[in-house]
């Protein structure tokens, strides 16, 4: 009997060029891509990629030191509970159009936590 794999936490990497990013971390370390969402100028905004059971989100560049998303079942109350223990919210809790409820803080050192129900 399978059981299936309920991930909750996927690392967010920053990248100058996800793309280039991609072929290398395939080709170095055998991760395939899941999946690579584009903007109209054909730049990779956001990627997923695959390793073993295991799944790393890439993006563009960030600032802060780290970023780190979790899926939650509960996102509302989630945000409750961070906002009433002070976290900074700089993304508001909200419905995507990928089909996530979300929301986004930054912890003590600037760390980005993005909390939603989106499950790759």
């Given at each position: 009997?399978?059981?299936?794999?309920?991930?909750?936490?996927?690392?967010?990497?920053?990248?100058?060029?996800?793309?280039?990013?991609?072929?290398?971390?395939?080709?170095?370390?055998?991760?395939?891509?899941?999946?690579?969402?584009?903007?109209?100028?054909?730049?990779?905004?956001?990627?997923?990629?695959?390793?073993?059971?295991?799944?790393?989100?890439?993006?563009?560049?960030?600032?802060?030191?780290?970023?780190?998303?979790?899926?939650?079942?509960?996102?509302?109350?989630?945000?409750?509970?961070?906002?009433?223990?002070?976290?900074?919210?700089?993304?508001?809790?909200?419905?995507?159009?990928?089909?996530?409820?979300?929301?986004?803080?930054?912890?003590p050192d600037g760390n980005e936590w993005y909390f939603g129900t989106y499950r790759p």
């Open positions: 009997m399978t059981s299936e794999i309920r991930r909750t936490l996927y690392p967010l990497i920053g990248s100058a060029d996800p793309a280039r990013s991609m072929a290398w971390l395939e080709k170095a370390f055998g991760f395939t891509e899941i999946a690579a969402h584009r903007d109209d100028t054909g730049a990779i905004v956001h990627a997923e990629m695959r390793f073993d059971t295991g799944i790393i989100m890439l993006g563009a560049a960030k600032t802060a030191p780290a970023a780190i998303y979790v899926a939650v079942d509960d996102p509302d109350a989630h945000h409750d509970r961070a906002k009433a223990a002070g976290a900074e919210i700089f993304r508001p809790l909200a419905d995507q159009d990928y089909g996530s409820r979300d929301y986004a803080a930054r912890d």
